[in-house]
């Protein structure tokens, strides 16, 4: 093709028809031209289309972070329901006129158990975005400015809820008779000291599953109940607003994720 448009020139010059070969000469710039833009314009398409597909999968990987997040706050969310209800019974028990240590203190474990958690919400993906100018990606600034609210708003109410539960652990763990408030009975029997102890230790402790409370301690466990019913119902609340967070963007992301 070269060779084709070479001769055609050096047929125009030495025929001296220079008029027709400027305009030649024009019409050559002007396809070299046409021809530039449309390489452009097809790079332009492909450098798109790169960048669409890229989108949808950083969307799609949006979702998955949000779907596990949900998945974690839901079994959070059953654990401290589960935690409420142990702490009620604690409360029924604590009102009779003799509550059995064991019972009482299998109860208050379980008002307890995993209420101070570190969780960590599933922000790979966001993180990864955020890293030089990746952010570029997604043509849809409100999903970036939503993304930043449900974080951002993890963050402060794990805040609260790691202080809620250490609030309720300082009581727990304020005690210093534990079997007299019938804490290492329940864990002799249902938690840890019924797993780690080895044999003979276990049997040389004995396991006293008949003896009652003191009255001291009975108003004493009472209070404490009470604060774990609070503590898990603040709990309980805090949870199913992350939770309704999650719903919110997950909507969003699942029809950025289809399209």
Known sequence: MIKFFRRIRQQLISDNKFSKYLL???????????GILIALQINNWNENKKNNRMEAAYYCRLLEDIDQDFQQFSQLLKSAEERLVASNQAVRLLLDEHPR??????????ANKAIYIDFRPNNSTFEDLKSGAKLNIIDDKEV??????YYNNLESLKSIIM?????????????????ANGGNQASL??????DGMEKDVYQSIGIDSLSIISED???????????????????????GTILEFSKRIRAVLSNKCQE
């Open 189 to 194: 029997k249902y938690g840890r000291f019924k």
């Open 101 to 110: 240590r064991m019972d009482v203190g299998k109860q208050i474990w379980l």
């Open 144 to 149: 970036i400015k939503a993304l930043n609210t």
């Open 217 to 239: 301690m009975q108003e004493r466990l009472y209070n404490e109940s009470l604060v774990y019913i609070s503590a898990n119902t603040r709990q309980m609340e805090l949870y």
């Open 163 to 179: 202080v809620n539960g250490a609030n309720a652990l300082d009581l727990y763990y304020g005690h210093v008779d534990n079997f």
């Open 24 to 34: 030649y000469a024009i019409g050559e710039i002007v396809l070299v031209v046409i």
